[in-house]
């Protein structure tokens, strides 16, 4: 089934929005390794605090870490493998880090994540040599002069910029019938645990990057799906902030509504602790204005906090797979044996509208967000969707060489944000979505959070039929733009499945909370093995 129909049907739109810099990757599909293994690395599986331990002892500088990465991004990502994560290394890293560790020599020490390596995805903007393309051709060029306001965040948290990772071009926006993780400019990016399936998207290499241990933390961007799905696929943890959490000034963007970036580790800890250092409110966006002053303490883990909890089971979201179903059940057994009351919740026949809604305001929110990002960046050369799509039509063999770009023309058809459909099909998905949606479902009863799983097992790449979507939940918080947190619950003959927690507006602090109370019960985390395919 299509991308667009899994919007329309509410279930999974994978949406949203000292070294030489690396060069666009192509399409080849070569996957030998020349590594003896792609697991024997020495940072392998450290996190966060692991990591700063190591530089805190001596043991280790900034430099050395963002080193040994750079070389794990080569070798396993380019020359063995080839994952294709990270689409672009940035040359000033290693300055960078050369600096942070002289700070740190100084005795300044910025906080938790001073010196510790991140990627970024490629549709965020950064003020350094890199390119800013959404994976697309047409933008190939274009170097930003301004920091994304989260980019000024990772910088003033004194992290290591170590490059851009690849996503579904124009974060899955542009064919109904495209691959998740392949774009113009960055090629097919693979599923560390079996590299002819799918990573996911659009926030794919991001995902992968984390999973194949290329870095400790990476940013992704969703707008619907699109840091929860590969986040599960990949066995990592993946946060998807409220709406006006993180700032989404200078990212590219798909929907004023819906968009937001956020965190992925390989643990709930690394991801809030990135989480935490990036909440800041922006003037420049309007979603950000409403953070509250007490937004919340993301620190605060407690191995206990499942005790006397209540979360809400919506089990109609496991019904598309039994291995999933099954998978479930273990993750409800292990809420209950640590004190969690979980109470079944009825499929509510009230939000199923949900999708029809969200793709209009989709449309309708693309066209006016492109057309004024590229209005702010008149370096680029585009003025609007119009050209955008012309482009892509001049440039077809290499830009469309697996599909076409349907939505964009669907987009560039609306009349934006003063089409007529556009006002009441944004007021019927955030009623849908909020009031009759998940607020409803926690205040009616009294629930600190609902429960649902993530993803189904990886499919197989198919650049004939595109991708084939199984089943998720992530429609409920994209189109309300509450948050939610995946957390690795298990696998399928090696293929991970993630769970989702996800609760009303601004609770992050209990998501994470209760995620990592789950994720230290029941440690599902398991470590790519990069086996060619399924019978290998």
């Given at each position: 089934?299509?991308?667009?129909?899994?919007?329309?049907?509410?279930?999974?739109?994978?949406?949203?929005?000292?070294?030489?810099?690396?060069?666009?990757?192509?399409?080849?599909?070569?996957?030998?390794?020349?590594?003896?293994?792609?697991?024997?690395?020495?940072?392998?599986?450290?996190?966060?605090?692991?990591?700063?331990?190591?530089?805190?002892?001596?043991?280790?500088?900034?430099?050395?870490?963002?080193?040994?990465?750079?070389?794990?991004?080569?070798?396993?990502?380019?020359?063995?493998?080839?994952?294709?994560?990270?689409?672009e290394l940035n040359p000033e890293a290693m300055v960078i880090a050369e600096a942070l560790d002289k700070e740190r020599?100084?005795?300044k020490v910025r906080g938790p994540l001073h010196g510790i390596p991140i990627l970024i995805k490629e549709n965020i903007d950064s003020a350094d040599q890199m390119i800013t393309s959404a994976g697309s051709l047409a933008l190939a060029g274009h170097k930003c002069s301004k920091d994304a306001f989260i980019v000024e965040k990772v910088r003033e948290a004194g992290m290591v910029l170590l490059g851009k990772t690849n996503l579904s071009e124009w974060a899955n926006f542009r064919s109904t019938n495209s691959s998740s993780g392949w774009s113009g400019r960055g090629g097919q990016t693979r599923n560390p645990y079996i590299l002819d399936r799918t990573p996911c998207g659009s926030s794919s290499g991001s995902a992968v990057a984390?999973?194949?241990?290329?870095?400790?933390?990476?940013?992704?961007?969703?707008?619907?799906?699109?840091?929860?799905?590969?986040?599960?696929i990949n066995g990592i943890v993946g946060i998807k902030p409220t709406v006006g959490l993180w700032s989404r000034s200078g990212i590219i963007p798909i929907s004023e509504s819906q968009d937001t970036a956020g965190?992925?580790?390989?643990?709930?800890?690394?991801?809030?602790l990135l989480l935490s250092a990036l909440v800041a409110k922006d003037n420049n966006d309007e979603a950000s204005k409403a953070l509250p002053e007490d937004f919340g303490v993301y620190l605060n883990f407690?191995?206990?906090?499942?005790?006397?909890?209540?979360?809400g089971y919506m089990k109609?979201?496991?019904?598309?797979?039994?291995?999933?179903?099954?998978?479930?059940?273990?993750?409800?057994?292990?809420?209950?044996?640590?004190?969690?009351?979980?109470?079944?919740?009825?499929?509510?026949?009230?939000?199923?509208?949900i999708g029809s809604n969200e793709w209009t305001v989709l449309l309708c929110e693309f066209k006016d967000g492109i057309n004024k990002y590229l209005k702010s960046h008149p370096e680029i050369g585009l003025k609007d969707l119009s050209e955008l799509i012309a482009y892509n039509k001049t440039h077809a063999e290499k830009e469309m060489p697996w599909f076409e770009q349907e939505i964009l023309i669907m987009a560039n058809e609306t009349k934006g944000l003063k089409d007529e459909k556009y006002n009441k099909a944004l007021a019927n998905a955030k009623k849908l979505s909020q009031a009759n949606g998940i607020d409803k479902l926690i205040d009616g009863n009294k629930l600190d959070a609902l429960l649902a799983p993530t993803n189904g097992p990886a499919w197989v790449i198919d650049y004939v039929n595109g991708?084939?979507?199984?089943?998720?939940?992530?429609?409920?918080?994209?189109?309300?733009?509450?948050?939610?947190?995946?957390?690795?619950?298990?696998?399928?003959?090696?293929?991970?499945?993630?769970?989702?927690?996800?609760?009303?507006a601004w609770s992050e602090s209990r998501l994470i909370q209760l995620s990592y109370a789950y994720e230290r019960a029941s440690k599902k985390r398991i470590v790519p093995e990069f086996k060619p395919s399924l019978l290998e």
């Open positions: 089934m299509k991308r667009r129909h899994f919007i329309i049907n509410s279930i999974l739109a994978g949406v949203a929005i000292g070294a030489k810099a690396c060069q666009p990757v192509g399409n080849e599909t070569d996957n030998s390794s020349e590594l003896a293994s792609p697991l024997d690395f020495s940072l392998n599986e450290l996190d966060v605090r692991e990591l700063q331990g190591l530089m805190e002892k001596g043991e280790y500088s900034s430099r050395q870490i963002t080193e040994l990465y750079i070389k794990r991004i080569k070798e396993v990502d380019q020359a063995g493998p080839k994952t294709k994560a990270v689409v020599r100084d005795g984390v999973s194949a241990n290329l870095a400790p933390l990476a940013i992704g961007t969703e707008t619907d799906g699109s840091i929860v799905c590969p986040s599960g965190p992925m580790g390989k643990s709930v800890k690394d991801a809030a407690d191995e206990f906090a499942l005790s006397g909890s209540r979360i109609q979201y496991s019904s598309f797979d039994k291995r999933v179903a099954a998978i479930m059940d273990e993750v409800v057994a292990t809420l209950k044996e640590k004190g969690a009351d979980v109470v079944e919740i009825e499929k509510d026949e009230a939000i199923a509208g991708d084939n979507f199984s089943g998720g939940s992530s429609t409920l918080a994209a189109v309300s733009g509450y948050p939610s947190v995946t957390v690795p619950a298990g696998n399928i003959l090696g293929l991970p499945i993630g769970v989702s927690f996800f609760g009303k």
